[in-house]
T-cell receptor, first 115, second 110 residues
Framework: NAGVTQTPKFQVLKTGQSMTLQCAQD?????MSWYRQDPGMGLRLIHY???????DQGEVPNGYNVSRSTTEDFPLRLLSAAPSQTSVYFC??????????????FGEGSWLTVV | GENVEQHPSTLSVQEGDSAVIKCTYS??????FPWYKQELGKRPQLIID?????GEKKDQRIAVTLNKTAKHFSLHITETQPEDSAVYFC?????????FGRGTSLIVHP
């Protein structure tokens, strides 16, 4: 298993540009999510999905869109990049919980700079 | 929603000392409490976890304790080593969704 794979690892965008961060997992996990990590702010949830066709907003969803057409893929779209979106982005997935929490597996991260 | 407070934000210890990081949570429905270690430039990785029906769990030099009544849980690292230097995150999980603390930067001086 490759685990959680996200691309690209590094990206520089100009203000106003759009882009998509790709995320794929090969563990048949139901739950997938996107976090952003900023200094001193921990991991903040952007969007999440509990299965194909189902997405919901997290703590900081503004400026981002997601879709979940398959179990494996969960891309994050930046609609019109702003300098405030400069951050490290982590995709994560988790197996079915049966009502209880379960281990979160993170991708390697994507370093995004908006100039 | 859930709120997780983590303290301290920075912890500096000498090699061989013990380190304790504490977290409190607000939602009594949270039932799973993982701890993640994140080395510089790397992804967070699970180091230990505890479920709400257990009070303490140990794995070699690391241990986690949970007090459900007080809604707090702690990470204990004994005999710290320089390679323990990293940022540590606690989380409280209800169902699928974890809420993370803001992280503790642990520095172990040789």
């Amino acid at each position: 298993n490759a685990g959680v794979t996200q691309t690209p690892k590094f990206q520089v965008l100009k203000t106003g540009q759009s882009m998509t961060l790709q995320c794929a997992q090969d563990m048949n996990h139901e739950y997938m999510s996107w976090y952003r990590q900023d200094p001193g702010m921990g991991l903040r949830l952007i969007h999440y999905s509990v299965g194909a066709g189902i997405t919901d907003q997290g703590e900081v969803p503004n400026g981002y869109n997601v879709s979940r057409s398959t179990t494996e893929d969960f891309p994050l779209r930046l609609l019109s990049a702003a300098p405030s979106q400069t951050s490290v982005y982590f995709c994560a997935s988790s197996p079915p919980t049966g009502g209880n929490g379960n281990t979160i597996y993170f991708g390697e991260g994507s370093w995004l700079t908006v100039v | 929603g859930e709120n997780v407070e983590q303290h301290p934000s920075t912890l500096s210890v000498q090699e061989g000392d013990s380190a304790v990081i504490k977290c409190t949570y607000s939602d009594s429905a949270s039932n799973y409490f993982p701890w993640y270690k994140q080395e510089l430039g790397k992804r967070p990785q699970l180091i230990i976890d505890i479920r709400s029906n257990v009070g303490e769990k140990k794995d070699q030099r690391i241990a986690v304790t949970l007090n459900k009544t007080a809604k707090h849980f702690s990470l204990h690292i004994t005999e710290t080593q320089p390679e323990d230097s990293a940022v540590y995150f606690c989380a409280a999980v209800q169902g699928y969704i974890p809420t993370f603390g803001r992280g503790t930067s642990l520095i172990v001086h040789p």
